[in-house]
T-cell receptor
Framework: GENVEQHPSTLSVQEGDSAVIKCTYS??????FPWYKQELGKRPQLIID?????GEKKDQRIAVTLNKTAKHFSLHITETQPEDSAVYFC????????????FGAGTQVVVTP | EAGVTQFPSHSVIEKGQTVTLRCDPI?????LYWYRRVMGKEIKFLLH????????ESGMPNNRFLAERTGGTYSTLKVQPAELEDSGVYFC???????????FGEGSRLTVL
């Protein structure tokens, strides 16, 4: 089955700096890669996703890159703000098994003013 | 539009007791999923309902766990008898028919003493 590894487990950045979270996956059949943000005590929310036919996707200050050959994908947050502090989860899935997400262990991001 | 709601938000029980968790998906969402996060590890898939039918229950840990979705609306997840290792946060998610975004609930935290 699919195995997703996520690094780092914790990340502390100064406000205004960039944050990068990296994930690797094992199943070459995976073709959908969402990222979820979970603020303390709240629900995980989808912030960006990418499909395997795309190498990069941006949405304002966040971007995701995908390297299918190396089986890794990354989340980039630029100009970090205190409200970016949260746990971020990467995940992988095959669209044939929609909804059966394999998550990484999560990255606790702390943005200090 | 109301989001995915879960009840209770936190349950503390003793080993050997029974607990029932409830999930109300977003109205009109045929797909309902259960996930759990144990001990700060990754969020793991438990099972997937399409309406009232179990589409995939490959993630259910053992026969102490029973999920139902009578009438294709809300779902319950019963743990009987509960063991210490069942402690964690149980998340429910729902999505529209097809390949729609998964919307998560805030989770039900289960503590087994």
């Amino acid at each position: 089955g699919e195995n997703v590894e996520q690094h780092p487990s914790t990340l502390s950045v100064q406000e205004g700096d960039s944050a990068v979270i990296k994930c690797t996956y094992s199943d070459s059949a995976s073709n959908y890669f969402p990222w979820y943000k979970q603020e303390l005590g709240k629900r995980p929310q989808l912030i960006i996703d990418i499909r395997s036919n795309v190498g990069e996707k941006k949405d304002q200050r966040i971007a995701v890159t995908l390297n299918k050959t190396a089986k890794h994908f990354s989340l980039h947050i630029t100009e970090t703000q205190p409200e970016d502090s949260a746990v971020y989860f990467c995940a992988a899935m095959t669209t044939d098994s929609w909804g059966k997400l394999q998550f990484g262990a999560g990255t606790q991001v702390v943005v200090t003013p | 539009e109301a989001g995915v709601t879960q009840f209770p938000s936190h349950s503390v029980i003793e080993k050997g007791q029974t607990v029932t968790l409830r999930c109300d998906p977003i109205s009109g969402h045929d797909n309902l999923y259960w996930y759990r996060r144990v001990m700060g590890k990754e969020i793991k898939f438990l099972l997937h309902f399409v309406k009232e039918s179990k589409q995939d229950e490959s993630g259910m840990p053992n026969n102490r766990f029973l999920a139902e979705r009578t009438g294709g609306t809300y779902s319950t997840l019963k743990v009987q008898p509960a063991e210490l290792e069942d402690s964690g946060v149980y998340f429910c998610a729902s999505s529209r028919q097809g390949v729609g975004e998964l919307f998560f609930g805030e989770g039900s935290r289960l503590t087994v003493l």
